[in-house]
C-alpha cells in the first residue's frame, strides 16, 4: 500500500526521482497514465494489470464506458527506474497534468498520483471535508 507525500522536482530532460519506499514496492518498471483531477496515476504491474482487466471487461456497446477505457489506456506509459532512482515522464502526461518543475507524488493506496506542486496546494480539502465526509457516509464509508 502506498501512502504518504513526497516533494520533489522533474529536470529539464522531464525526469523524476521516485521516492525509494515507492520504489521497493513498484519495482524497476511500472505503468503511469493520466489520472483524475488533473494528476497522473501510478500503478505496480500487478494492480496496473487488475485495473486493465477491469477497463477492459467493459461493455463496448456503452459510450461512456469506452470513452473511459480510452482515457487511462491512450494515457499510459510503462517507464523504467533508471540507476539514480529517476523515469522519464513522457512529455504527453508532463502536460496533462501541468508538470512543469515542482511535483508532488502523493501514496493513495494501490496507486500513487503525480500532482503539479501548485495545483495541489490550489486545492481546498479543507473546507469541503464535511461534504466529502457526508458523500463517503453514503457509500459506507465511516470513521
Not at 6 to 24: A, C, M, N
Not at 76 to 90: F, N, T
Not at 112 to 138: F, H, L, Y
Request: proline residues 3%; hydrophobic residues 45%; aromatic residues 10%.
Amino acid at each position: 500500500m502506498f501512502m504518504s507525500e513526497y516533494s520533489h522536482t522533474i529536470d529539464p530532460k522531464g525526469r523524476l526521482i521516485v521516492p525509494s519506499k515507492f520504489r521497493e514496492q513498484l519495482g524497476d518498471v511500472f505503468v503511469v497514465t493520466k489520472g483524475m483531477d488533473g494528476c497522473l496515476f501510478v500503478y505496480a504491474n500487478e494492480d496496473w494489470a487488475a485495473f486493465e482487466e477491469k477497463l477492459t471487461g467493459l461493455p463496448l456497446i456503452n459510450k461512456e464506458a469506452r470513452q473511459f477505457a480510452r482515457f487511462f489506456m491512450a494515457g499510459a506509459a510503462m517507464v523504467e527506474v533508471d540507476k539514480q532512482g529517476r523515469i522519464l515522464l513522457p512529455a504527453n502526461l508532463r502536460a496533462f497534468a501541468g508538470l512543469d518543475k515542482d511535483v508532488v507524488l502523493v501514496g493513495v493506496g494501490s496507486r500513487i498520483e503525480i500532482w503539479s506542486r501548485e495545483n495541489w496546494e490550489s486545492m481546498d480539502t479543507d473546507s469541503s471535508m464535511d461534504d466529502i465526509s457526508k458523500a463517503m457516509e453514503s457509500l459506507g464509508l465511516t470513521i
